[in-house]
């Protein structure tokens, strides 16, 4: 997976591919549970969630195929928050529509003027999902006490907790405080660079 | 918004740089989370003003003293406190303390930082060493270590008053004193910026000399009692560069005798430093070897009035260094054996080792005159047998060639070589060997030489061997005006029984009437001298003497009496003599005293006629006694290197004359009492 990211191309353009299976699966393990987070902070209802899940990417591989590279510069983000705000408007429509509609199930109400609310929600969230996916790297790359540490003193540990909790000296805290935090950091840059833009910007 | 509640989010958002400064300057960061920058403040030390705790600088990871104005100290006041920071500041010298920092605290309170020496002040340091207890030599060794400090001050002083800044508070417990030999000067609270010319190196600065300046206007009298000079105790007087000379002249007087200047309490301490009353260090400390220089140097550097004090700290340093060098100080007026000591003491090796190269010299020198004046003769006479040879060479080649004439003059020169020169009065009868044998060799080789037979006779003439002399004369075909002597050998020929004994004194006396001086001047004196060189017995030899000087003499003048003692070596003459000497009139040309040819020490001249000391200033006589003669000059004397005594009638020369005689030679007034 990784060597992949080595590549010129990001995952997104690579995922455009209809041939490039992986690039596919790799593309839905990174952002299947930030698009069904961001959904349960709209809809209540398990199963309308997976099925809007479900539906969104199915969208977004499509559009993917359609896309000309290069040409819309606009945020990978911006994009895909616009397909699944529009699903799930689409699915409030339809839902209107019938009588057995059950609009208890709706979080946020889609008015134009709650718009940027749920931008910004997005926006966190996608954060949160970063920076996630960046830890688990870290934990993938990092053996003992190291990502321990590292937790600790973000969660707001001194350096004397640290020491004592993990019975460690604190020149050692301090050292793989900072190995970490610099992979840590290394990681949601590789991350950001891969996931949030179409192309590589920094190539152009 | 939530974005700073969640750290993780904050991650999110790093840039590039954010990355390498969490990571990779660590200290910058903890700089930057810094709020106190001081930390664990101790007390250290309390002034008149200020007080001096030790904290560790956060900032700079390093210990420094804080400076701050004690509790009492008005807010008015806190210009001056403020001022001495700026005042230190200002100067940078290796030897006067760093004031890192200048600031206002959290109590809106002024404080500086200043550099922190481990160590004591000059005058604990001093205390320390326990000079009382120490033997001369730990007391020298200790006056070194502790002058090398002084010379320190001296140059951190100089510095600041090359800036226009004045101490005006010099003490020891002013001086810090470093483990590793740093000497700092500390507390310059009652500096002073000089106004005036020279302000242009200042001119940049941040304070300016009239805010400076009102700190010291504070109160009448600042400084330490003991060390301070006569015009701080005086009101309104002017202090200047001279009154940290005078307060560096009391740090000597520390470092020499271990106690201030002066001691008492403060108003009787004041009172005599108003009039210089001051005990100098070499009374106050009679027990110790303390050094007349250095004590000179006090003297001057706490004179009462500034202009009779160094003017220069420079001038005060040099002293010291001079002192620590070895030299004497301007200050000590040193005499010349003091001085020669030093400079002993500075080169003990040099000088002692110049010493024994001087002494094998002078032992060598001796030792070579002696063995060249041994060889001296030797020498002499080997050169005049080279040059025997010499002529021999000549000779023979001459005659092989028949160059007779020019042989003949040849001949005639060396003639002159043996039986004339002033050689010839000294070894008379070895230069007419030698002339015999040179003859000889001649006539061997060339038996018809007449010229070589009449010197042969001339010689056997001379030696009284009128016999042989008239065998050798016969040989001459063309005796002409050698005629005389070949009659007077004749006749003396006949009186002589034995050919080898010397004429009678009443013989010889005869003798100088047969000839007349212009026919050969000196005959006779080559013959008296000779004779005189061989004979024992001189009775009679005072009518020989007399002739002597009648025949070299015209008949104007007279003789009265001779008398001669050749044990004693003395001759007393009488009469009116002109002539006392020949002069040789060929290009050789030499002047001899009639008197020479006998061995004087004792010459009696009284009533001589005697006009010019120079006619027997080539004399070696040891007495001289020139009574009754009508002498006008006595400069001659200086030349009679033997003479010793000198005797001359009551008021026969001026003082001036009398003047003219070496000092060595004792003059005996007596009476003219001629005969």
């Given amino acids: 997976m990784s060597e992949a990211w080595r590549t010129r191309q990001t995952l997104i353009h690579r995922a455009k591919d209809p041939r490039d299976g992986q690039a596919w699966e790799d593309f839905v393990s990174y952002y299947k549970d930030f698009i069904s987070i961001v959904i349960a902070r709209m809809i209540r209802n398990c199963h309308t969630r997976e099925d809007m899940s479900q539906e969104v990417l199915v969208k977004v591989w499509k559009s993917l195929q359609n896309m000309e590279m290069g040409k819309n510069n606009a945020k990978f983000r911006t994009w895909l928050s616009t397909i699944i705000k529009n699903t799930v408007l689409n699915f409030l429509e339809r839902e209107k529509h019938r ?72 020149n050692t805290v301090y050292v793989l405080k900072n190995r970490v935090k610099s992979r840590f950091l290394e990681e949601i840059k590789q991350l950001r660079q891969d996931l949030e833009n179409f192309s590589l910007k920094k190539e152009k | 918004m939530s974005e700073s509640r969640d750290p993780w989010r904050s991650f999110y958002h790093m840039t590039d740089r954010d990355i390498v400064d969490v ?20 007390h250290l030390a309390m002034g ?79 205390m320390k060493q326990k000079i009382s207890e120490a033997d001369a030599h730990e007391f020298e060794q200790c006056l070194r270590d502790n002058l090398e400090i002084f010379i320190k001050v001296c140059d951190a002083i100089a510095y600041a008053h090359s800036v226009n800044v004045i ?15 740093e000497v700092l000067v500390c507390d310059w609270g009652l500096g002073k910026l000089m106004g005036g010319f020279g302000e242009q190196d200042l001119a940049e600065s941040t304070f300016n000399s009239d805010m400076i300046n009102e700190a010291t206007h504070y109160g009448e009298i600042k400084g330490t009692p003991g060390y301070m000079a006569p015009e701080q105790v005086i009101p309104n007087a002017k202090k200047n560069e001279l009154t940290d000379i005078y307060a560096l002249g009391g740090i000597l007087y520390y470092i020499l005798c271990q106690s201030s200047p002066m001691k008492g309490d403060l108003s009787e301490i004041i009172e005599r430093t108003k009039k210089n009353d001051i ?116 000779n023979e080649k001459m005659t092989t060639q028949g160059l007779n004439e020019d042989f003949n003059r040849e001949l005639t020169e060396f003639g002159k070589y043996f039986t004339g020169g002033l050689v010839y009065y000294l070894y008379p009868n070895k230069a007419l060997d030698q002339g015999e044998a040179k003859l000889r060799t001649v006539l061997k080789k060339n038996p018809d030489n007449e010229s070589a037979w009449l010197q042969l006779g001339y010689i056997y003439f001379l030696r009284q061997r009128f016999k042989q002399s008239l065998i050798y004369l016969s040989k001459v075909r063309h005796l002409e005006d050698s005629m005389t002597l070949m009659l007077v050998s004749q006749k003396y020929a006949d009186l002589k029984k034995d050919g080898h004994e010397l004429l009678k004194p009443v013989q010889l006396e005869e003798l100088t009437q047969e000839f007349h001086p212009h026919y050969r001047k000196w005959l006779l004196i080559k013959m008296l001298a000779y004779d ?96 009754d003669n009508d002498i006008a000059d006595l400069s001659p004397i200086a030349d009679m290197t033997h003479l010793k005594t000198l ?9 001036k004359e009398i003047l003219k005689i070496p000092e060595k030679i004792k003059i005996e007034r007596m009476e003219s009492s001629a005969f």
């Avoid at chain 2, 990571?23 to 101790?42: A, H, I, M």
């Avoid at chain 2, 920071?85 to 920092?101: C, E, G, R």
């Avoid at chain 2, 500034?306 to 003017?311: A, F, L």
């Avoid at chain 2, 005797?647 to 003082?655: L, P």
């Fill in chain 1, 99 to 170: 009588k057995t509609s059950d609009l208890e199930q709706v979080i946020m109400t889609i008015e134009p003027e709650k718009q940027s609310e749920i931008e910004v929600m997005i926006e966190e969230e996608w954060e949160k999902n970063v920076t996630n996916l960046a830890l688990d790297r870290v934990r993938a790359a990092f053996s003992g006490h190291a990502v321990d540490v590292f937790i600790m003193s973000v969660e707001g540990k001194t350096t004397e907790e640290i020491c004592e909790i993990l019975n460690v000296k604190p």
């Fill in chain 2, 167 to 181: 101490h005006l508070d010099l003490k020891p417990a002013n001086i810090q004193v470093g483990q590793y030999g």
């Fill in chain 2, 279 to 394: 005990v100098f260090p070499a009374e106050r400390c009679p027990h110790q070897p303390i050094p007349k220089s250095l004590d000179a140097v006090v003297r001057k550097a706490m004179a009462l009035k500034p202009n009779d004090r160094y003017q220069e700290v420079e001038e005060l340093r040099k002293e010291v260094h001079q002192y620590l060098r070895g030299f004497a100080t301007q200050a000590e007026g040193a005499s010349f054996y003091r001085q020669l000591k030093l400079l002993y003491q500075r080169n003990r090796l040099t000088v002692l080792s110049i010493m024994v190269v001087l002494v094998v010299f002078i032992a060598v020198v001796t030792f070579s005159i002696v063995v060249i004046n041994e060889k001296k003769i030797a020498a002499l006479n080997a050169l005049k047998k080279e040059n025997e040879a010499l002529a021999l060479y000549q």
């Fill in chain 2, 48 to 126: 008149g003003m200020k007080e001096i705790t030790k904290a560790f600088d956060l900032n700079n990871s390093r210990t420094v003293a804080i400076a701050r104005p004690l509790k009492h100290i008005k807010k008015k006041q806190y210009d001056a406190f403020i001022h001495e920071a700026q005042l230190t500041s200002h100067l940078d010298h290796p030897n006067i303390i760093k004031v890192f920092d200048l600031g206002i605290d959290k109590d809106e309170c002024p404080y500086f930082t200043m550099e922190l020496k481990v160590g004591d002040n000059l005058k604990q340091h001093i």
């Fill in chain 2, 532 to 627: 005189h060189q061989l004979r024992t017995d001189f009775y009679g030899y005072d009518r020989v003497i007399k002739a002597y000087l009648k025949f070299y003499n015209p008949e104007s003048s007279v003789i009265d009496l001779v008398k001669y003692l050749p044990k004693e070596g003395k001759l007393s003459i009488r009469g009116n003599i002109e002539v006392w000497g020949l002069q040789e009139d060929s290009d050789e040309s030499f002047d001899l005293c009639l008197l020479q040819i006998f061995p004087l020490d004792y010459l009696d001249v009284r009533h001589s006629g005697l006009k010019d000391l120079e006619y027997i200033s080539s004399l070696k006589i040891k007495v001289l006694d020139i009574r």
């Fill in chain 2, 23 to 42: 990571d990779f300057c660590p200290t910058y960061n903890y700089l930057r989370k810094l709020n106190d920058r001081y930390e664990g403040e101790e």
């Fill in chain 2, 647 to 655: 005797i001359v009638s009551i008021g026969q020369f001026s003082v």
